[in-house]
């Protein structure tokens, strides 16, 4: 069982940017499918972006195309989420989850598919 720490979130005026990190431990990640999500308050779990393993292949929502980037460092067992040109849109609670393999691309956005999850990092975007 893979445990899943979030960390690098924080408030930043829009048109910032942070960058979050998912440390993972217990078991390696490398060869996971590695997604993350947002939450905001009142509002469903949103799938941010997903990272395949092997050639990390990526694939991202709408609302961030073009402005997030995530990254996999397997050495370190540790994947990135790289958010610029932060909108108060973007204010959520951001959550790390692993799969064991990534399948269809239309199941990256399944939240139940993934069977490990983080406790979340605040990221808080003010106008």
């Known amino acids: 069982q893979v445990q899943l720490v979030e960390s690098g979130g924080g408030s930043v005026q829009a048109g910032g940017s942070l960058r979050l990190s998912c440390v993972a431990s217990?078991?390696?990640?490398?060869?996971?499918?590695m997604g993350w999500f947002r939450q905001a308050p009142g509002k469903e779990r949103e799938w941010v972006a997903t990272?395949?393993?092997?050639?990390?292949?990526?694939f991202y929502a709408d609302s961030v195309k073009g402005r997030f980037t995530i990254s996999r460092d397997n050495a370190k067992n540790t994947v990135y989420l790289q958010m610029d040109s932060l909108k108060p849109e973007d204010t959520a609670m951001y959550y790390c989850?692993?799969?064991?393999?990534?399948?269809?691309?239309?199941?990256?956005?399944?939240?139940?598919?993934?069977?490990?999850w983080g406790q979340g990092t605040q990221v808080t975007v003010s106008s």
């Open positions: 990272i395949y393993d092997g050639a990390g292949v990526t």
């Open positions: 989850a692993a799969r064991t393999r990534c399948t269809a691309r239309f199941t990256n956005s399944l939240p139940f598919l993934y069977g490990n």
């Open positions: 217990g078991n390696t990640i490398s060869r996971a499918c």
